[in-house]
């Protein structure tokens, strides 16, 4: 069963595209695909994490309900407290009986 009381994280998914400009030309646009609320996971540590986390401070993982007619990718950006985060790593939490997807995101 689902605990709805721990995603209280509210989140953004964005994604990348382009406009037509009218000269022929294009500018490049970012479009918010689903505003939805999530859990912050905490990283356990170990010596592999720790060498990361120098050079990746600000590294977050987060929890969201897998939903019909969405599935975040890697070319998706997460805009989460003011601050775009680029997603490294979607993986489907228990296969067997998906309910959410462990989203892995770094600042920008």
Do not use: C
């Not at 994280?9 to 999530?38: E, H, I, M, N, R």
């Amino acid at each position: 069963m689902i605990n709805f009381g721990k995603y209280d994280q509210k989140l953004t998914f964005q994604s990348f595209g382009q406009l037509s400009d009218g000269y022929g030309g294009y500018v490049p646009t970012v479009t918010s695909v689903l505003t939805t609320f999530a859990r912050s996971i905490q990283i356990r540590s170990d010596s592999g994490l720790e060498a990361a986390q120098l050079a990746l401070s600000k590294s977050y993982n987060f929890g969201v309900q897998i939903r019909a007619g969405f599935e975040p990718n890697l070319s998706m950006q997460i805009l989460y407290k003011g601050k775009n985060h680029a997603i490294t790593s979607v993986v489907i939490f228990e296969e067997r009986n998906p309910r959410e997807w462990i989203i892995t995101a770094v600042r920008t």
